[in-house]
């Protein structure tokens, strides 16, 4: 049973900075693309940012493109979100994802941390 579990949401100011983890667990994952996205209060979903895991390679929304950093950790089965410079339009819910190289679906999501920007 593949799990993702994330933390490290919470409370930031305007211009600071938060990390975000997702642990996996349940299976091999070096043929997948681990994902972020994020949902705002009335928004869809959205794409924040991707890595493959046994390459390494990411990609970026353009909104969060220069401030956000992901990377993974394969001992430790993780995944981070480095957030820096954050915005006030950063607030959202943030999840962790996962999908087989092969596949354009996300198959495995995690259940969301709460990230908040005060300004």
Do not use: H
């Amino acid at each position: 049973q593949v799990q993702l579990v994330e933390s490290g949401g919470g409370l930031v100011q305007v211009g600071g900075s938060l990390r975000l983890s997702c642990a996996a667990s349940g299976r091999t994952f070096s043929t997948y693309v681990m994902g972020w996205f994020r949902q705002a209060p009335g928004k869809e979903r959205e794409f924040v940012a991707a890595i493959t895991w046994s390459g390494g390679i990411t990609g970026y929304a353009d909104s969060v493109k220069g401030r956000f950093t992901i990377s993974r950790d394969n001992a430790k089965n993780t995944v981070y979100l480095q957030m820096d410079s954050m915005k006030p339009e950063d607030t959202a819910v943030y999840y962790c994802a996962a999908r087989d190289v092969r596949s354009l679906q996300y198959d495995y999501w995690g259940q969301g941390t709460q990230v908040t920007v005060s300004s």
